[in-house]
T-cell receptor
Framework: LAKTTQPISMDSYEGQEVNITCSHN???????ITWYQQFPSQGPRFIIQ???TKVTNEVASLFIPADRKSSTLSLPRVSLSDTAVYYC?????????????FGAGTRLFVKA | GAVVSQHPSWVICKSGTSVKIECRSL??????MFWYRQFPKQSLMLMAT?????????EQGVEKDKFLINHASLTLSTLTVTSAHPEDSSFYIC???????????????FGPGTRLLVL
């Protein structure tokens, strides 16, 4: 299982773009990257998933460089409600056998 | 789509009693579900992998006789905390794996969690 490293915490202001980078230096060829958001006393919520280059959905973008040793979650124009913990996870594609191990995550504080 | 529910959302029990937590995938079938526990200000810790129709696989350090897992159908897994003690008080979260992720990849969707307080 590829180990991930993220900043422990980040601060931002409302309306700004926030980029959270995750390092996964030993990512394997069949591994992909998934990001989750968690609010206090709630289960993690799926944000976005990708394998390489760029993926965008209605809430975020995910940038993955060619070497795939890192990935960046980009949240456009954050609001106070985006204050949460964000987890980056790496898991194998469709092997049916992987299990998700959570790292420490990044605590994002959005200020008014 | 891909909704996972848990019941109850919170439970308070006396020390020595057993507590059952249900995890259901509402709009998809899940051959594999996972159980996590989370202490305040900490990350999720994987307890066990639950496979439909077979025995659960427990992570190192998790007592299988203490935390009984039953995955009786493709949409239901249960976690029973037997003879609960105050140190078992925690936030328990389940997840279910599905191929409804990006490009049909495997993705885990999580339940809302169950807060257990043992007095």
């Amino acid at each position: 299982l590829a180990k991930t490293t993220q900043p422990i915490s980040m601060d931002s202001y409302e309306g700004q773009e926030v980029n959270i980078t995750c390092s996964h230096n030993n990512i394997a060829t069949n591994d992909y990257i998934t990001w989750y958001q968690q609010f206090p006393s709630q289960g993690p919520r799926f944000i976005i998933q990708g394998y390489k280059t760029k993926v965008t959905n209605e809430v975020a973008s995910l940038f993955i460089p060619a070497d795939r040793k890192s990935s960046t979650l980009s949240l456009p124009r954050v609001s106070l409600s985006d204050t949460a913990v964000y987890y980056c996870l790496v898991g194998a594609l469709n092997t049916g056998g992987f299990k998700t191990i959570f790292g420490a995550g990044t605590r994002l504080f959005v200020k008014a | 789509g891909a909704v996972v529910s848990q019941h109850p959302s919170w439970v308070i029990c006396k020390s020595g009693t057993s507590v059952k937590i249900e995890c259901r995938s509402l709009d998809f079938q899940a051959t594999t579900m996972f159980w996590y526990r989370q202490f305040p200000k900490q990350s999720l810790m994987l307890m066990a992998t639950s496979n439909e129709g077979s025995k659960a696989t427990y992570e190192q350090g998790v007592e299988k006789d203490k935390f009984l897992i039953n995955h009786a159908s493709l949409t239901l897994s249960t976690l029973t905390v037997t003879s609960a003690h105050p140190e078992d008080s925690s936030f328990y979260i389940c997840s279910a794996r599905t191929n409804q992720g990006y490009r049909g990849w495997e993705t885990q969707y999580f339940g809302p969690g169950t807060r257990l307080l043992v007095l």
